[in-house]
Structure formats: C-alpha cells, structure tokens
C-alpha cells in the first residue's frame, strides 16, 4: 500500500515540476536605455544599461512575447510614448508594440511538455536582441543583431525559425548582446 502512495505522489510531484513557471532574465547590454516589454504577463519597465529585469512567466503560457521600446517618455503615473514599440501610451504594456520591433516570441509547456520559442523581425527591426535558454540542459539560441539576422522569421510563412526546450526551461533576454 504505502508503495502505491509514494507512487502517486511520486507522479504528482513531477506533474508540479513540469507545469512551473519560468524565470525571464531580461538584460540591457545597449550603450542606452531600453523599455522591455512582456506580454500577456510582465508589462513593461525602464531598463538602464547594465541593468537586469527579471519576470516569471507562468507554466502553459502561449503566444507570449517580449520586445524592446526606445526613445521613450513616461510621466510618474506610467503615461507617454516612444519612438519604437509603444503600445498605446503605456510603461507596463498590455497590447503589442507598435512596428518596428524586434520580437521574442515564446509558448511554454506547449505540445509534448515543450517550450517553444524564436526571434521574429516580421515587424521590423528596432534593436539587437538574444533568445537563450540558461537551465535543463537546453542550448538552443537565437540571435539577431541587423533586420536581415537568418536567427529570426523575416516573412510569415517563414516557418523554419522556431526552436525547443523542455517545459519549465528558463531564458535569458539579451539587448545589444
């Protein structure tokens, strides 16, 4: 009896494992200061040069995405805009940015208990970015550094871009890496 408990528990436990969140470490290696976006959790922020920003996103999210605004101008309750990537007037973003961005595009625990993720520049280019795992093992990484980068989708139907990691992997954002 007590084997069958260890069991069940066994395979619950693992069930939590793979259903957790994962850590976001967004990182601003520019010269300048970036507003990473996330969505459809995380928001928005200032982010200095140097500086790191770190979020969980929860276990099961899909088409979620991160991006980087510029030459941006917020008031102390969050209301402005940037050159690149606003998204409605907002420092903690609800909506896509507006073109050109460079986006991180990313489903977790999708099909088969995988991650899936990639670069797109299918709405134009506004800063070098890197998309990498940093846990189980995984070393898929993305890369874009100019608007023609072969790491990233450059047309819709450019289906060849999209990699994949074990659900629950974490990842690390990179500006300018």
Excluded: H
Excluded at 109 to 132: E, K, R, T, W
Aim: charged content about 10%; aromatic content about 10%.
């Amino acid at each position: 009896m007590s084997v069958i408990k260890i069991s069940v528990f066994s395979l619950f436990s693992l069930c939590l494992i793979s259903a957790q969140a994962a850590r976001f470490d967004i990182v601003n290696q520019c010269s300048y200061t970036v507003w990473p976006a996330a969505i459809p959790s995380g928001g928005g922020r200032q982010l200095n040069s140097g500086e790191t920003w770190s979020i969980d996103i929860p276990a099961g999210t899909a088409s979620g995405r991160v991006w980087g605004r510029t030459g941006c101008n917020f008031d102390g309750s969050g209301r402005g805009s940037c050159q690149t990537g606003d998204c409605g007037g907002a420092l903690s973003c609800s909506l896509s940015g507006q073109p050109p961005t460079t986006l991180a595009e990313f489903t977790l625990n999708g099909g088969n208990n995988q991650d899936y993720f990639d670069l797109s520049v299918i709405d134009g280019f506004n800063i070098p970015m890197q998309f990498a795992p940093t846990s189980n093992g995984c070393n898929n990484v993305r890369t874009c550094q100019q608007s023609s980068c072969p790491d990233a989708y450059q047309y819709p139907t450019d289906d060849t871009k999209t990699v994949s990691c074990p659900g629950g992997t974490n990842y690390r954002i990179v500006f300018c890496p």
